[in-house]
């Protein structure tokens, strides 16, 4: 039972670098989502994808691109890495509108200098 | 303005002991989340409540929709059960810009001593 698998685990970039976090669910889910989690703060909403096709907004989307690649994959793309961007990445996936709670992913562990 | 508020933030509990983590929120909801995330770990979701009580081992939660209010409790505690634990509402797929997403808590860090 894989549920929701996100690669790379960690990543060191430097100021202006690039990179694709990506996440990929198997339990034919219709929704997926990308969170930051920062010290003292909640998780917070970067984008979502609630199905395969669309993507939206969520709270902090600035300095971020995704793509919904298929209805397993989703990915986050920093163009232009920053420092406030240091964070832990959360993917999690559900079937929205169901009773069933959101599932998430590991985490990926990103630090920008 | 913060619309789901933990407390409290840093709890010690020595083990054995009967711990309670509260959730008030300010939204509307669908339902409320109980999530678990230990140290350097991914994030469980616990339990997903929309009324009432769901019980699940020595893990309760309620939920108070009049009150806007949740409690997870712990019976016995162990210090297994130190991790961070998380609340998040689930707003109405019609809800202004938070459209059926989760709006988290900051979490209550638990440590529980042995």
């Known amino acids: 039972n894989a549920g929701v698998t996100q690669t790379p685990k960690f990543q060191v970039l430097k100021t202006g670098q690039s990179m694709t976090l990506q996440c990929a669910q198997d339990?034919?889910?219709?929704?997926m989502y990308w969170y930051r989690q920062d010290p003292g703060m909640g998780l917070r909403l970067i984008y979502y994808?609630?199905?395969?096709?669309?993507?939206d907004k969520g709270e902090v989307p600035n300095g971020y691109n995704v793509s919904r690649l298929n209805k397993r994959e989703f990915s986050l793309r920093l163009e232009s890495a920053a420092p406030s961007q240091t964070s832990v990445y959360f993917c999690?996936?559900?079937?929205?509108?169901?009773?069933?709670?959101?599932?998430f992913g590991d985490g990926t562990r990103l630090s920008i200098l | 303005k913060n619309e789901v508020e933990q407390s409290p933030q840093n709890l010690t509990a020595q083990e054995g002991e009967f711990i309670t983590i509260n959730c008030s929120y300010s939204?509307?909801?669908?339902?409320l989340h109980w999530l678990q995330q230990h140290p350097g770990g991914g994030i469980v979701s616990l339990f997903m409540?929309?009324?009432g009580k769901k019980k699940h081992g020595r893990l309760i939660a309620t939920i108070n929709i009049q009150e806007k209010h949740s409690s997870l409790h712990i019976t016995a505690s162990h210090p297994r059960d130190s991790a961070v634990y998380i609340c998040?509402?689930?707003?109405?797929?019609?809800?202004?810009?938070?459209?059926?997403?989760?709006?988290f808590g900051k979490g209550t860090k638990l440590s529980v001593k042995p």
């Open positions: 999690a996936s559900m079937d929205r509108g169901s009773r069933q709670p959101q599932h």
């Open positions: 994808s609630a199905s395969e096709g669309t993507t």
């Open positions: 409540l929309s009324s």
């Open positions: 339990m034919n889910h219709n929704s």
């Open positions: 939204v509307g909801i669908s339902a």
């Open positions: 998040a509402v689930l707003t109405p797929e019609n809800y202004g810009g938070s459209q059926g997403n989760l709006i």
